[in-house]
């Protein structure tokens, strides 16, 4: 089994930066996905970065420019750092993960995705 846990999440104010974290307890391929996921009260949950075992990201609109994710294989951690928060950011965080199979562009739709973590709320205000 694979455990996810995310890290990092908090209120920030409109403008402001934060590095969300994920450990991921072991990779059972190495073709693998991982990607962010956000959800907001009562809206769907929403891919907006991932990025497989060669470092190929792939970004939701609503984020390019401003959130980098980026992974440390060493330690087994998946970040992503956001800049030039907006109120609209505010949402819970997950990490996903998934092993084996993949390749190509990584995927932002959840359906691709086996593993997640329980999240971290980000919230940001003015």
């Known amino acids: 089994q694979v455990q996810l846990v995310e890290s990092g999440g908090t209120s920030v104010q ?12 072991r990779y059972t391929d190495s073709r693998y996905f991982m990607g962010w ?9 929403e891919g907006i970065a991932a990025i497989e075992r060669t470092g190929r990201t792939n970004y939701a ?6 959130f980098t994710i980026s992974q440390d294989n060493a330690k087994r951690i998946l970040y992503l ?16 993960a998934v092993f084996g199979g993949v390749g190509g ?13 329980q999240g971290t709320q980000v919230s940001v205000s003015s």
């Open 105 to 117: 562009v990584p995927a932002l739709s959840a359906s691709w995705y086996d593993y997640w973590g």
């Open 14 to 25: 409109t403008g402001g930066s934060l590095r969300l974290s994920c450990v991921v307890s």
């Open 37 to 45: 996921f956000r959800q907001a009260p009562g809206k769907e949950r």
């Open 61 to 66: 609109d609503s984020v390019k420019g401003r």
């Open 81 to 96: 750092q956001m800049s030039s928060l907006k109120a609209e950011d505010t949402a819970m965080y997950y990490c996903a």
